[in-house]
């Protein structure tokens, strides 16, 4: 066999498996879409995306998850507000300042969040937050937005955080000591020069631990409290779409009107994630090539 | 060498250099001149480098350095405990090898160094951005693109952007490394002229591995070898008549 016949081979033979995740990514799209259409037929796309009702088992039932949108919404904006400042400050404080020593042991640690079963940081929530919150806050349930959010963010520090990571190690070290020779100090030349050449690394980071977060289902179906009602304030229980969908999918009848329900709320819960993976893309193309020149 | 005179800005004395437990530098003693190039010479690793960046301090980023010895930069020694890096580095800029402008526009790179100063006032950072560029001789080129990044620049125009960069901190002393090692012939003429005409005003230290080019703009020459000062004299002198026969060997190209 020649050398290029080999390398053609090659190429190929990678070329089908990736055509063989995308086909079944494609399929489970296709499937979604298929299994959540006739909804429609039965209420329009405003109603149900904006309908303020979710009885889906009464009679007659009705279908709108507006109060689940706001519920994921709700409890990723302040999963994020957490975990953000959080994330980002430790891949700063790991990459530029922490001693050899201390940054051995932070990384690790840090990325040992992100293995952590959701299960188990759920479970947490339930058997250890819930009650604290109840009783320090007087409240009638510790399930809510407030608990969620923060083992949400739990979640959410780990990816924004070695993605983070990631970008400030890829500063080059000439832009460090042209700061330097200039007379800024080492936090100068981190506000000034690390984090904005950084920046568009940071922002997918932060946009894709946000994804992560809007999608995470168990820590939510434990620790939301499960309400299908619009919140009033943070100490409200919510019920957010992937939460939802885990809790009912069983008991809905096939194919009845409830499932199609519950795969169109996945449709929509795939918009939102697509959403933020196109936002992280287009920052991360957007900066990288002007190499953020007006910062 | 060259005898102690009033007119020297820094004076190294019996200066050790350690990275770690290996030696860069071996009682190097030497003066700088006030308003003169002078150029640093000697094969790779000899410690030109290192030296240069003893000189603001720049060393002291890197872990488990240790220096033996004074630097004397307005009659105070600059490694005293009680002396901060950043004033010295805001007295004494650097260029260096690598044109490194930063990710921001041209009119931001020049004025990062004033703005740490505490220089807020639009129109005086203007002024000092014209009049570092016209320095720099770089203005005409780009005094209508200045809110462009500097990224965006041919590797020249950048190493002139550096330049002008550390001239807007109004340094006493210019350090530059090897500033012209990654440009082309045409760029690197522009630069020794920079030099030339800059050194009224500045003192310059320069590293450079070409022997034509310190011979052309220099004042005074050093030759290192191994991490010591071989021999140090006016250039005219060292490149004719070297009073070290190590150093004759080296300027004709017989070793290093
Ligand atoms: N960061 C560092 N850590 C450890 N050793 C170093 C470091 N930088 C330089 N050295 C060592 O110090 C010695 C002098 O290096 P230096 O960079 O000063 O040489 P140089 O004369 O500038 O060489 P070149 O002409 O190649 O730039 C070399 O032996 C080098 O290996
Ligand atoms: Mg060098």
């Not at chain 1, 997918?204 to 919140?231: K, Y």
């Not at chain 2, 030759?223 to 005219?236: D, H, Q």
Request: some cysteine; charged content about 20%; proline content about 5%.
């Amino acid at each position: 066999m020649t050398r290029k016949l080999k390398e053609k081979i090659i190429k190929n033979i990678f070329f089908l498996l990736s055509l063989v995740s995308i086909f079944v990514l494609g399929l489970i799209v296709v499937f979604l879409f298929k299994e959540g259409f006739p909804i429609f037929k039965v209420v329009s796309v405003r109603e149900f995306i904006f309908g303020l009702e979710w009885y889906p088992t009464y009679d007659p039932p009705s279908f709108g998850i507006w109060s689940l949108i706001v519920g994921s919404l709700v409890v990723t904006f302040f999963a994020s507000l957490i975990a953000v400042p959080l994330g980002v400050l430790s891949a700063i404080y790991v990459a530029e300042i922490a001693p050899p020593l201390v940054k051995e042991i932070f990384k690790p640690v840090i990325e040992l969040l992100a293995g952590l079963p959701s299960v188990v940081l759920g479970f947490f929530g339930m058997a250890v937050l819930a009650p604290w919150l109840q009783n320090t806050f007087g409240l009638p349930t510790g399930l809510n937005i407030l608990n969620a959010s923060i083992m949400l963010s739990i979640m959410a520090v780990p990816t924004i955080s070695s993605i983070s990571e990631d970008a400030i190690y890829s500063v080059s070290q000439e832009f460090k000591e042209a700061s330097y020779a200039l007379g800024a100090t080492k936090f100068e030349t981190i506000a000034r020069v690390v984090v904005p050449a950084a920046l568009s690394g940071i922002s997918t980071a932060v946009i894709l631990g946000m994804a992560r977060a809007i999608g995470e289902t168990m820590v939510v179906l434990m620790v939301a409290g499960g309400a299908a009602a619009i919140p009033e304030s943070i100490f409200d229980s919510v019920r957010p779409m992937p939460a939802s969908i885990a809790a009912e999918m069983g008991e809905a009848p096939f194919r009845s009107n409830h499932y199609y329900a519950l795969f169109a709320t996945g449709i929509v819960l795939f918009f939102m994630t697509l959403f933020f993976n196109l936002i992280a893309d287009y920052i991360s193309n957007k900066f990288k090539q002007v190499g953020s020149a007006t910062l | 060498m060259v005898t102690l005179l009033s007119d020297n800005i820094i004076e190294i004395k019996k200066v050790n250099f350690y990275y770690g437990a290996s030696k860069a530098l071996t009682d190097v003693t030497m003066d700088f001149k006030k308003n003169k190039v002078t150029a640093l010479i000697g094969p790779s690793g000899c410690g030109k480098s290192t030296l240069l960046r003893l000189l603001n301090r720049m060393n002291d980023l890197i872990d488990g350095t240790r220096v033996e010895g004074e630097v004397v930069f307005e009659d105070r020694n600059i490694y005293d405990p009680d002396v901060d890096p950043v004033e010295i580095r805001r007295r004494i800029g650097m260029v260096f090898q690598k044109p490194n402008p930063f990710p921001k526009s041209i009119f931001n790179n020049i004025t990062y160094g004033p703005k740490l100063g505490g220089v807020k006032n639009r129109s005086e950072l203007e002024a000092l951005v014209e009049q570092s560029l016209k320095q720099a001789s770089l203005w005409n080129e780009v005094k209508d693109i200045l809110n462009q990044s500097a990224m965006m620049l041919s590797g020249g125009q950048q190493q002139r952007i550096c330049i002008a960069r550390a001239l807007a901190m109004k340094p006493d002393v210019l350090l530059m490394d090897e500033p012209t090692s990654a440009l082309d012939p045409v760029s690197t003429a522009k630069i020794e002229e920079l030099i030339e005409e800059l050194k009224k005003k500045y003192t310059i230290i320069i590293v450079t591995h070409n022997m034509q080019q310190a011979a052309r703009i220099s004042d005074y020459t050093g030759f290192f070898y191994l991490g010591k000062l071989i021999e140090y004299n006016p250039t005219e002198k060292l490149f004719t008549t070297p009073d070290v026969k190590q150093t004759e060997e080296y300027i004709t190209g017989r070793f290093g």
